[in-house]
């Protein structure tokens, strides 16, 4: 099992281009997240998926949108990027009603100039 | 929204201590996380614990839910176990929310 798989894993943007940030699982697990990592703070939550075909906002959603294609798979894109949107994102999964652990990706590096 | 605090940020020990970090929340939680992260690393979840205590080889987690605190430890300290230790808490009710952090604790062990 390759666990949480995310890509690119690297990505240089202009201020203002777009793009999405790829995230798939194959534990069959119910729940994803996507958390961004800024030095300084801890992890943030973005948007989350409960399970197929449902999503919530977190704690910083401004700026990103998100689609649960389908079971595996749960992608966040940046419309319109800004220097405040480079991070480093963070692509988790939960099996949500058997257990609390959550299993991370790793990571992709964004900048924005 | 439950606030997570660790300490120390910062610690650097030599090969060998025995090192404690501290983790403080501030409501009720359903399950505690600590993860380890290497420079550029990815994120690995160390322990998951709800209650008492929990043993992988040299590290020992333990959480006292009456008093909203855990502690990582870990023995025979070794220069591989330098990185960045975060704890996480899934809130109470055990719902899909997503997991709230801490800063981390940047651990250095000189050989």
């Known amino acids: 099992n390759a666990g949480v798989t995310q890509t690119p894993k690297f990505q240089v943007l202009k201020t203002g281009q777009s793009m999405t940030l790829q995230c798939a699982q194959d534990?069959?697990?119910?729940?994803m997240y996507w958390y961004r990592q800024d030095p300084g703070m801890g992890l943030r939550l973005i948007y989350y998926?409960?399970?197929?075909?449902?999503?919530d906002k977190g704690e910083v959603p401004n700026g990103y949108n998100v689609s649960r294609l389908n079971k595996r798979e749960f992608s966040l894109r940046l419309e319109s990027a800004a220097p405040s949107q480079t991070s480093v994102y963070f692509c988790?999964?939960?099996?949500?009603?058997?257990?609390?652990?959550?299993?991370f990706g790793p990571g992709t590096r964004l900048t924005v100039t | 929204k439950n606030e997570v605090e660790q300490s120390p940020q910062n610690l650097t020990a030599q090969e060998g201590e025995f090192i404690t970090i501290n983790c403080s929340y501030s409501?009720?939680?359903?399950?505690l996380h600590w993860l380890q992260q290497h420079p550029g690393g990815g994120i690995v979840s160390l322990f998951m614990?709800?209650?008492g205590k929990k043993k992988h080889g040299r590290l020992i987690a333990t959480i006292n839910i009456q008093e909203k605190h855990s502690s990582l430890h870990i023995t025979a300290s070794h220069p591989r176990d330098s990185a960045v230790y975060i704890c996480?808490?899934?809130?109470?009710?055990?719902?899909?929310?997503?997991?709230?952090f801490g800063k981390g604790t940047h651990l250095i062990i000189q050989p």
């Open positions: 996480a808490v899934l809130n109470s009710g055990g719902g899909a929310d997503g997991l709230t």
């Open positions: 409501v009720g939680i359903s399950a």
């Open positions: 534990m069959n697990h119910n729940s």
């Open positions: 988790a999964s939960r099996m949500t009603a058997l257990s609390y652990e959550q299993y």
């Open positions: 614990l709800s209650s």
């Open positions: 998926s409960a399970s197929e075909g449902t999503t």
